[in-house]
């Protein structure tokens, strides 16, 4: 499976907003995963939003998007591991990851490591047609408090949209067993 990770902190660069407006917090009740909308269409997402939020988790979610259809120019099939003529559909999403813990990535450097092992794990995962990036990023926790978070982007593609959301629901299934199911992660 295709992984990568980036800083993406300071300047305009965007900022993870824990308290968001429409936040639901699934760390109370993990189920609450199978009622966001944005879940109807990609049950898998539902279900590793419940991994990630449970109480052996290291980390929490804030916030996820799905986009079933991304356009030629959102995707490139070549860093999917596609297979010629596997990219007619794609489709991904994202999900914003927080430490459960403030002393979890207290510097950028921790932030970094949990990515990079994240990636080695991933790497290791024998999946074509989807890929996982991270970026880390600024994250407001609470009023005033601040730490790091993670995005993570996954995106896949196939031959129909059947294919593309097969693709991406084991890259969900992947992505978050490296993060829950791997004590170095944390």
Known sequence: MEADWEFELGGDAPVIEAQWSGFIDLR????RA????????????????????AP????WTS??????HLEAGEFDADELDA???CDPHAMGCYIDILPK?????PLPT??????????NLLRDVLLCCCRVDLVIRRAIVAPEIEGLGITAYLSSCGENEGEAAIALQASLTAFAGALCG?????
Request: aromatic share 8%; charged share 15%.
């Open 28 to 31: 109370q009740n993990p189920e």
């Open 34 to 53: 199978w009622q966001l909308p944005e879940t109807a269409q990609l049950p898998a997402l539902a279900q590793d939003l419940a991994r990630l939020n």
């Open 56 to 59: 052996a988790s290291p980390v």
């Open 63 to 68: 916030k996820c998007d799905f986009w079933p």
């Open 83 to 85: 297979p010629p003529g």
């Open 101 to 105: 813990s403030g002393q979890q990535w």
């Open 110 to 119: 921790n932030a970094a490591t949990a990515c990079k092992c994240a990636c």
């Open 182 to 186: 791997h004590s170095t992660v944390e």
